[in-house]
């Protein structure tokens, strides 16, 4: 019943843009914080972003100033707007919810109880 669902991946040039989408069933968003998550061949998973209920975010250095997430509750979607992206970005890109009553939110991978299959971001000449 539950279920996060990614779209908006794909092939890009370094310097391109792309815009990642997490649609939420099941459930609505407004109760929960939503993480952006990436992972790479041979790599651990990487906390790339986050929104809180109140729509206070967080970013890791690797992304700040570059990406962008965004929550729209209407719709149920939380986005993640990719810009200036760089070969070493090339991952499959999670989004990940948790509960929560209070307080801003993390990218430790281990508080999320619900992930999204993933969708895959490539960036190549």
């Known amino acids: 019943q539950v279920q996060l669902v990614e779209s908006g991946g794909g092939l890009v040039q370094p310097g391109g843009s792309l815009r990642a989408s997490c649609a939420a069933s099941g459930f609505s968003l407004e109760y929960y914080h939503i993480g952006w998550f990436r992972q790479a061949p041979g790599k651990e998973r990487e906390g790339l972003s986050c929104i809180s209920r109140d729509g206070t975010t967080y970013y890791a250095d690797s992304v700040k100033d570059r990406f962008t997430i965004s929550r729209d509750n209407a719709r149920n979607t939380v986005y993640l707007q990719m810009n200036s992206l760089k070969p070493e970005d090339t991952a499959v890109y999670y989004c990940?919810?948790?509960?929560?009553?209070?307080?801003?939110?993390?990218?430790?991978?281990?508080?999320?109880?619900?992930w999204g299959q993933g969708t895959q971001v490539t960036v190549s000449s």
């Open positions: 990940a919810a948790v509960r929560r009553r209070l307080g801003g939110c993390s990218v430790y991978k281990y508080e999320y109880e619900y």
